[in-house]
């Protein structure tokens, strides 16, 4: 195939990208972090499914953005899309490894987005690291400092006030 033909080619596939529902993620969306955390953890089984679909059992070893309590479930079932329509172009080894980004669905259960995320350095929601020393890490955490991303604390912060701005302001005759 000859450069002319492979321009050709990208430029008729191209669009079909875009047509596969594969965003970009920045982090800073309104309410972003009410539904995703960014998790470290330790694929503990690989299951291979139709088509693109894999799925992941991952053991959450710590929250690193979010409000996932690493510590209650610290087991979590989770999907992902991996091909030419998703940024995950590979599915993580088994016993590996990743830094990934979760989202919880309604009933609970959680995901792996498809989308390009911008503050990861692959720019795909899941990625293999060799550990916490790993320098992609730091990179990660980093960015997310960056973004002012929430961490459980800043999570925890942020559910206070807003209980406290629900609470009516009483007069000091009320408070009494």
């Excluded at 961490?151 to 009516?168: F, L, S």
Aim: proline share 6%; glycine share 4%.
């Amino acid at each position: 195939m000859n450069a002319r033909s492979l321009i050709s080619l990208l430029l008729v596939l191209w669009p079909f990208r875009a047509m596969a529902a594969v965003g970009t993620i920045s982090g800073t969306e309104l309410r972003f972090w009410d539904k995703h955390s960014v998790v470290y953890a330790q694929v503990v089984s690989v299951v291979e499914r139709p088509a693109r679909w894999v799925k992941l059992r991952l053991e959450v070893k710590a929250t690193l953005a979010g409000s996932f309590d690493a510590a209650q479930p610290y087991r979590v079932d989770t999907e992902l899309a991996r091909g030419l329509d998703s940024a995950i172009r590979t599915s993580p080894k088994s016993n590996s490894t990743v830094v990934a980004l979760l989202r919880r669905l309604p009933d609970g259960s959680y995901f792996i987005p498809s989308d390009y995320v911008k503050f990861m350095p692959n720019e795909a929601s899941i990625l293999e690291v060799q550990g916490l020393e790993d320098p992609k890490v730091q990179q990660i955490i980093d960015r997310l400092r960056e973004l002012g991303a929430p961490t459980q604390n800043r999570a925890a912060a942020a559910k206070e006030v807003e209980k406290a701005a629900a609470v009516p302001d009483l007069s000091p005759a009320e408070r009494f």
